[in-house]
Each structure stands twice: as structure tokens, then as C-alpha cells.
């Protein structure tokens, strides 16, 4: 299925229009990740910064203007810091690469909503391809090769493979803890959790 745009698909993979968003229910977060812990990671603009590859002023006026703000904790003025969660990363990284390909806003912003209303699973195993025009959702390589042959197709993100991107930059990188502030520093935070759940066990 495709996230934006008007024109038709190939079979297997049709526009998603600005309403289709809703049609996938924002599951709680902690059955999102599947990792209750894991959702009291959050990382701090200049990091959400590094590890998306954008600047700090796009990070700002992408927050002011709702297309990407953070989920963890926004800025509530002066002397207040947004946390973004790892999935508000990965969906970072993944407006830049649309906007680097010609995309419009418009057609971004409900690619935005759109992904923020899949589970993680589904996340990992997406692929966007868009024609600058239409950005199309394909979860199988079938989808994908229908597109190209069908000429709607100029460019494909593989959103497994931000995911792997942003997981490899923030593991270099600040984290914290969104229950204590405790700072994880030069690791990465969900391993680090998944070894206190292994002592703990």
C-alpha cells in the first residue's frame, strides 16, 4: 500500500491518502516495543541530532510545526529539554531522506502519522518507495519489484535498515533514563537493559 498521493499502484501496493493513518489504531506504547524498559530510554535534541543526521535547526522547526515532535517530552519553554524515544530517531532520519528526495511536506506529514501508527515489527520490515510524488508502502519484495516495474518507483528506504543505522549511532551515544535521569554514556542503553534483565533473571 502507499503512504501518500492520488495515483494508482501497482497491484499489491495502492496510495495511502492522509486519512489511512487512522486506520491503524497507536498501539500502547509498552505493547509497541514490546520492551516496557526500553520505552523509558530518551535521547536529547543534539543527539536525536547525530544519530538522525540533521541539524538542530531542522530538529526545532520540525518539532514547532508537529511533523516530527517528541514523544518522550516536549520543550515546555525556557530551560526544559525534548526527549525523543528511538523510534522518534528512526522516524528523524527517515523525514530527512524524503525531504533529500524531493517529497513534498504534505506528503510527508501523513507518512509521518502513518508511521507512527505501525507496531515496531511492522517498521522493521517496511519499505517506502516513493516517485517524489507518491511515497507507497511495501512489506514484501514483491510489492517492491511490482513498483519499479510499474514505473512508480524512483527510490526505496528500507526502514530495517535506518533502524539499524540509528540503533549503531546511538550506541556511541548519549541516552537517559526517563524514570530516574540517570545518563547511559558510551554504550548502548538497550543492551545495557537487556543485561540487567539477564542478571536479574
Avoid at 508511521?115 to 511492522?122: I, K, M, P, Q
Avoid at 507507497?136 to 543505522?165: H, K, N
Avoid at 548519549?174 to 543485561?195: S, W
Wanted: glycine residues 12%.
Amino acid at each position: 500500500m502507499a503512504i501518500t498521493g492520488d495515483g494508482m499502484a501497482a497491484e499489491g501496493a495502492l496510495p495511502l491518502h492522509s486519512g489511512a493513518a487512522a486506520n491503524h489504531a497507536p498501539a500502547p506504547a509498552a505493547a509497541v516495543s514490546g520492551d516496557c524498559e526500553a520505552q523509558n530510554i530518551g535521547y536529547r535534541g543534539p543527539t536525536a541530532c547525530a544519530a538522525a543526521g540533521i541539524t538542530y535547526r531542522q530538529l526545532d522547526y520540525w518539532a514547532r510545526t508537529g511533523l516530527v515532535e517528541p514523544s518522550i517530552r516536549p520543550a515546555y519553554g525556557s530551560g526544559t529539554q525534548r526527549l525523543y524515544s528511538f523510534r522518534d530517531v528512526v522516524v528523524l532520519k527517515i523525514v530527512k531522506r524524503l525531504l533529500d528526495t524531493g517529497v513534498s511536506l504534505q506528503n510527508i506529514r501523513t507518512a509521518v502519522q502513518h508511521l507512527r501508527a505501525r507496531g515496531l515489527a511492522d517498521l522493521t520490515r517496511m519499505t517506502l518507495m516513493s516517485d517524489g510524488a507518491t511515497v507507497y508502502e511495501c512489506t514484501s519484495p514483491d510489492q517492491v519489484v511490482d513498483l519499479l516495474q510499474g514505473g512508480q518507483g524512483v527510490f526505496g528506504i528500507a526502514v530495517g535498515v535506518v533502524w539499524r543505522d540509528v540503533e549503531g549511532a546511538l550506541s556511541q551515544l548519549h541516552g537517559e533514563r526517563v524514570d530516574t535521569g540517570e545518563t547511559l554514556v558510551g554504550k548502548n542503553p538497550h543492551d545495557e537493559l537487556a543485561r540487567r534483565r539477564n542478571r536479574a533473571g
